[in-house]
């Protein structure tokens, strides 16, 4: 369930307070405080709400709150305050003495915010407007690269306007021994191959597999170099 409202609106005045509205409220106040709000409006015998009266005595009728327009001194401390703070008006306020939230934020709005960019500084970042067209600029660009990077890179160019994915090619390297001529092959004057191990001079080896062909074709071997 919600919460109940503060005054029954149907028998409640609306609209701008008149003179003799203010003098009851301030009158009130200064006898007896500002209390409960819920309570006031009946209590000074006002037609109003309670968070009515509350903003009005706040931002118009408090005996503290500083009148006229705001100093240079003021602004500058409003910008940097805004710098620390941002749209924290309440924070901003409580620095400024005899100023509400509620003016600081419509004096922001109107004023200041053309004073920062006639100043070439942005007034949401605080720093010059062509420093932060760069980072936005930057920062977009890193979004890109980002994006490209985990969605992995295509090949999008004329030959592949679709964007393929190109195809990951097979970089591993492999060491492998000579082709073997298989045991007992013929060349072509029908005399035997001997094997690769034979070759290295390893015959009868255990990883021969021409066996005693080899022995055969040594000896025909030398027996052509002795020709």
Not at 65 to 92: A, P
Not at 121 to 128: I, K
Not at 129 to 152: C, F, P
Not at 184 to 189: E, N, T
Request: charge should be positive; hydrophobic fraction near 30%; proline fraction near 5%.
């Amino acid at each position: 369930m919600g919460r109940s409202p503060c005054c029954e609106k149907a028998h409640t005045n609306k609209g701008a307070w008149t003179r003799e509205e203010d003098e009851r409220l301030v009158a009130y106040i200064q006898a007896h405080g500002e209390g409960c709000w819920r309570s006031l409006p009946k209590s000074a015998g006002l037609l109003r709400c309670g968070k009515s009266c509350r903003l009005r005595w706040i931002n118009y009728l408090r005996p503290d709150l500083k009148r006229g327009n705001f100093t240079e001194k003021e602004d500058e401390l409003i910008i940097k305050l805004h710098s620390l703070f941002g749209n924290k008006w309440s924070l901003i306020a409580g620095r400024l003495p005899g100023r509400t939230d509620n003016e600081i934020k419509n004096y922001w709005n109107t004023r200041i915010k053309r004073k920062l960019l006639s100043r070439g500084v942005d007034p949401l970042t605080h720093r010059p407007i062509n420093e932060s067209a760069i980072d936005d600029m930057t920062t977009s660009l890193g979004a890109v690269l980002e994006e490209e990077i985990t969605s992995g890179f295509g090949c999008k160019n004329l030959k592949n306007p679709d964007g393929e994915k190109c195809q990951e090619l097979n970089l591993e390297l492999r060491i492998c021994p000579p082709y073997q001529h298989p045991p007992h092959s013929m060349d072509g004057m029908g005399r035997n191959i001997p094997c690769f191990y034979c070759i290295l001079g390893l015959k009868n080896s255990k990883d021969c597999s021409c066996g005693s062909d080899s022995d055969d074709f040594l000896a025909m071997k030398n027996g052509a170099l002795d020709n």
